[in-house]
C-alpha cells in the first residue's frame, strides 16, 4: 500500500500551537509536507499572544527531522500566514483553517465585543487567510482548504450562540469556495471534530475526553488535504477513531395550493403540516441548480392544474409493534382472552396485526390531506362537520406489525345528497417493497355540504349489504371499557369528540363518542374468532357502514350470519338495542365453524347472567317461528335477581318480536313484568321449575297482566340448555 506524502507541499495549519491544530502539524511534516506551524499564543477566549505555542511545536517537528517554521499573527491577518509560508518555502498547497478560541455565555449575555472576536478568529480568520491563499493555488492549479465547524454550528449549543453561528456561517464559506475552486482542482472540506483540549477539558467527561485524542482526527485531515483525494464541499465529522459525512436534507413537501390562481392562507399551511414536515421521504440536493429545478417542477405542477396532481396525494405511515400492540388495546384485545394475546405480545410465535389495522394508513392519508378540504366545489367545511360513514378494506397482504406504508389516495366521486354530501376516498397503501398491502375506500360524510348541484348517486361506492333475514348464527358479546376511546385515539385519530366532553357535548353528544373505527376493529376480532380460528392471514376484505354512535362502557353485541366465505354483520349497542354497524359484511379466504356459536369476551368485565342465554334462546325460537308473536301478542319485563337484588332486566317485546336487554324502549309499555332470580330463570327453561309452583313459592312475581303471562310457556322452554 502506498503511503500517502506530502513531499514538496507546503501547509499552514492555523492555531497549531496546541490540541487538533498541533496533531495536524505533526502529521503533515511526518509525511513529508513544510509547515507553516501558526499560532497567536493567546488564552483560550483569545486574550494575550504568546511564541510559545508555536515554537514548542515547531521544535518538536525538527527534533523528528521535520520541516517547520513558526507564525505567530493572528488569523485575522491572513495575508501574513501566507507570506511566512511564501518567504520559507516558496509557495503554498494546503491550508487548515483550524485556530479557534471560545466565549461562552448565554445568547442574553453576549456583548458585541464577543461576537465579533469569535467571529474574527473563526470565520473572518478561514476568509483572510484562505482568500490570501487562493491566487497562488489557482495560478499552481491545485490547492486544498480545511474550514473547522463544529457539531454546536450544525445542531445548537446552549451558551455558544457566537460560536455557533460563526461554525455554520464556515459550512456556508465552504459551500460556496467549494464551488469556487472547482475549476482549478482546488478543494474544500469542512472537519466537524471532538476532541480533548482546552477548549472541551471542561464540558466533556473526563473519562470520555481521555479517549478523544486529537491524534485520530489528523488522519481524517490529512487524507482529505492530500492530492489523491477528491472530495469537494463536504462536511466530515469525526472522533475517538471513528468519522462519517453529514449533509443537510429536504423532505418531500406538500403543496399548499394546486391551482395557479389559487392564493395561500395560513390554514393551508396548517391543514398540510404534517405531510410537509414529514421527514421519512428526505433526499439530499446535491446544488442550488437541483434545488431550484425542483421548484420549478413544483411550479409547473401548480400552474398545469393536471388532474391527478389534484387528485392524488401520497402519506407515509410509520409504525413500530409498539403501535400494533397499542391499536389492538384500543380495539378490546385483552390478556384474558388467549386468542388476543397474538395482537398484543410481541414475542408471540404468532405476533400479527389486526387486518383492521391496515385502515389507518390511508384514513391518516385522508386526514391529513388538502385533496378533502378542496373537494367539493364551491363548499368550505371543517372538520366537526365530517362523520365516517363507511369503510371498505380489502387486504392483498397481511398487515405488517411494523414497518412504514405509503399511502396514495385520491377523490374518486363526490355526491351531492341534498344537504349532505359524500366524499369517496380510494387509497391504496404500499409496503417498503413497493408490494401492494391494502385497498380502502371511505365514504365521508360531510354534514351541510351538500347542494352544490352534483350527481346524487356513485357507481364508485362499493355497496354495503344487507344481512340475511332469519336470526343470527353467531353472536359474540363484549363490554367496551370506559377508557376505550382514550386508548384507541392514541393509534392516530386525535378528534376531541372522542375525549373532550365539552367538545363532544357542542357537537351534541353527551359525552365523549367511541371511534367507529374502534367499534369495527372489536367485531372484527369477533368474527376471526368465531369463523376464522383466530387466523388474521384469513381475512380478505371488509364492508361497513357506521350507522350510530357508541358510547365508551358500552357493550357491543356482534351478530353473524355465514353464507359460505362471506360473513354478514351488524354490530349493536346492547344496553339501547341500536345497530352501530350496518350492511356490513367480512369476506374470509377460508371459514372454520365456531366452536361456541354464542360467546361472551372478557366476562368478568360484564354483568353477563347465566339466564341470558334464556333471553337469547327465546329470541331464536321467535326468530324460527314468528307465529308465536302473534299467539302471545303482549310485552314482558323481566327483573332478574341475584341474591334478592334485581342485577338486570330484559324486555320480551311479543308484539314485535324483539327480546333485549333493559327497560322497555321508549314508546312500548310492559303488560306483565316478572321478576324472578337468576338460577330460577335457568330451571324454568329446563322445565325443572313448574312456573305455577314458582308463582305459588313466590319464587315468581308477577305484576300487571297475570293472564298473558301464562302465554309465556310455550316461550320459556329451552331444550338447548
Ligand atoms: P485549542 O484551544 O487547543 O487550539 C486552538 C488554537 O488556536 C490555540 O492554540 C490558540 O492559541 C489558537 N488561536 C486562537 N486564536 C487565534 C488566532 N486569532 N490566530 C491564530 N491562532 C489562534 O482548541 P482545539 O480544541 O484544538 O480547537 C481547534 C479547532 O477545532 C477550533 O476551531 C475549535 O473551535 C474546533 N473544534 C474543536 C472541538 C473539540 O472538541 N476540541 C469541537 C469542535 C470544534
Redesign the pocket.
Known amino acids: 500500500m502506498d503511503n500517502l506524502r506530502f513531499d514538496g507541499r507546503v501547509v499552514i495549519v ?2 497549531a ?5 498541533r496533531a495536524y502539524a505533526l502529521l503533515f511534516a511526518e509525511r513529508g509536507a513544510s509547515v507553516v506551524v ?5 488564552s ?1 477566549s ?1 486574550d494575550g499572544s504568546s511564541s510559545k ?1 508555536a515554537d514548542t511545536v515547531v521544535s518538536e517537528i525538527r527534533a523528528k527531522g521535520g520541516k517547520a517554521v513558526p507564525d505567530y499573527h ?3 491577518e491572513g495575508e501574513k500566514l501566507v507570506q511566512t509560508a511564501l518567504d520559507n518555502f516558496g509557495r503554498v498547497d494546503v491550508v487548515v483553517n ?4 471560545l466565549r461562552d455565555k448565554s445568547f442574553a449575555r453576549i456583548s458585541e465585543s464577543d461576537w465579533n472576536l469569535v467571529h474574527d ?2 470565520l473572518k ?1 478561514a476568509f483572510k487567510v484562505t482568500q490570501a491563499a487562493w491566487p497562488h493555488f489557482r495560478k499552481q492549479n491545485y490547492g486544498r482548504v480545511i474550514v ?1 465547524s ?3 454550528g450544525l445542531y445548537g449549543n446552549f451558551g455558544q450562540a457566537n460560536y455557533s453561528a460563526a461554525k455554520l456561517g464556515l459550512v456556508g464559506l465552504c459551500n460556496t469556495i467549494s464551488i469556487e475552486g472547482r475549476k482549478n482542482n482546488i478543494n474544500c472540506n469542512v472537519i ?4 480533548a ?4 477539558e471542561d464540558i466533556l467527561p473526563p473519562d470520555f475526553f481521555a479517549e ?1 485524542k ?1 491524534e485520530l482526527i489528523a488522519p481524517v485531515v490529512v487524507w482529505l488535504c492530500h492530492e489523491s483525494c477528491e472530495e469537494n464541499g463536504s462536511i466530515i465529522e469525526s472522533a475517538a477513531g471513528w468519522a462519517t459525512k453529514c449533509y443537510l436534507v429536504r423532505g418531500k413537501g406538500a403543496l399548499l395550493r394546486h391551482r395557479i390562481t389559487d392564493s395561500v392562507s395560513p390554514e393551508n399551511v396548517r391543514d398540510v403540516w404534517r405531510e410537509l414536515t414529514d421527514m421519512s421521504q428526505a433526499t439530499r440536493l446535491n446544488s442550488i441548480e437541483e434545488a431550484s429545478s425542483t421548484l420549478l417542477n413544483v411550479l409547473d405542477e401548480i400552474k398545469s392544474g393536471l388532474p391527478q396532481v389534484e387528485n392524488e396525494s401520497n402519506s407515509v405511515f410509520s409504525f413500530t409493534n409498539r403501535d400494533s400492540i397499542m391499536y389492538a388495546i384500543g380495539v378490546g384485545a385483552n390478556v384474558k382472552e388467549e386468542s388476543d394475546l397474538q395482537y398484543l405480545y410481541e414475542s408471540h410465535d404468532s405476533f400479527s396485526a389486526l387486518p383492521s389495522y391496515a385502515i389507518l394508513p390511508s384514513l391518516m392519508a385522508t386526514m391529513s390531506s388538502i385533496l378533502i378540504s378542496s373537494a367539493i366545489p364551491g363548499k368550505e367545511f371543517d372538520y366537526s362537520q365530517v362523520l365516517h360513514g363507511e369503510q371498505y378494506l380489502e387486504l392483498h397482504k397481511p398487515m405488517p406489525v411494523e414497518g412504514k406504508l405509503t399511502s396514495k389516495i385520491s377523490v374518486s366521486d363526490v355526491v351531492d345528497k341534498g344537504k349532505n354530501a359524500v366524499i369517496v376516498v380510494d387509497g391504496k397503501t404500499y409496503d417498503e417493497n413497493d408490494d401492494l398491502i391494502a385497498t380502502t375506500q371511505i365514504c365521508i360524510f360531510v354534514v351541510s355540504a351538500g347542494g352544490f348541484g352534483g350527481k346524487r348517486s356513485s357507481d364508485v361506492v362499493i355497496s354495503p349489504l344487507d344481512e340475511p333475514k332469519r336470526s343470527p348464527d353467531s353472536t359474540v358479546v363484549e363490554k367496551t371499557s370506559v377508557n376505550q376511546a382514550a386508548v384507541y385515539r392514541l393509534s392516530g385519530d386525535l378528534n376531541p369528540l372522542h375525549i373532550d366532553p365539552s367538545f363532544a357535548s357542542v357537537a351534541g353528544y353527551q359525552s365523549p363518542i367511541l371511534h367507529g373505527l374502534a367499534t369495527l376493529g372489536m367485531s372484527v376480532r369477533h368474527i376471526l374468532k368465531q369463523y376464522a380460528d383466530n387466523d388474521p392471514k384469513k381475512f380478505k376484505s371488509l364492508k361497513v357502514r357506521f350507522s350510530k354512535p357508541v358510547f365508551p362502557g358500552q357493550t357491543l353485541q356482534t351478530s353473524m350470519w355465514r353464507e359460505g366465505n362471506r360473513i354478514h354483520f351488524v354490530t349493536t349497542v346492547q344496553e339501547t338495542n341500536s345497530r352501530v354497524l350496518s350492511g356490513a359484511y367480512m369476506e374470509l379466504h377460508e371459514v372454520n365453524l365456531p366452536a361456541k356459536p354464542h360467546v361472551v369476551l372478557c366476562a368478568d368485565a360484564v354483568e353477563e347472567l347465566p339466564s341470558d342465554a334464556v333471553f337469547q334462546g327465546m329470541q331464536e325460537r321467535i326468530d324460527s317461528n314468528p307465529s308465536l308473536v302473534k299467539t302471545i301478542n303482549g310485552v314482558f319485563l323481566y327483573h332478574i335477581t341475584k341474591n334478592g337484588k334485581v342485577v338486570k332486566s330484559w324486555t320480551a317485546d311479543l308484539k314485535t318480536g324483539k327480546i333485549y336487554k333493559g327497560e322497555p324502549e321508549k314508546g312500548v309499555k310492559a303488560d306483565t313484568t316478572l321478576t324472578i332470580d337468576d338460577t330460577d330463570m335457568i330451571d324454568l327453561a329446563l322445565g325443572k321449575l313448574n312456573p305455577q309452583m314458582a308463582f305459588m313459592k313466590g319464587k315468581l312475581k308477577i305484576k300487571g297482566n297475570l293472564m298473558l303471562a301464562q302465554k309465556l310457556k310455550a316461550l320459556n322452554t329451552d331444550a338447548k340448555l
Open positions: 492555523t492555531g500551537g496546541a490540541g487538533l491544530g501558526n499560532d497567536l499564543g493567546g483560550r483569545g505555542a493572528s488569523v485575522i483550524n485556530a479557534g478560541i478568529v473563526h480568520g473547522t463544529s457539531n454546536s466537524v471534530p471532538t476532541a483540549s482546552r477548549l472541551t478523544l486529537p
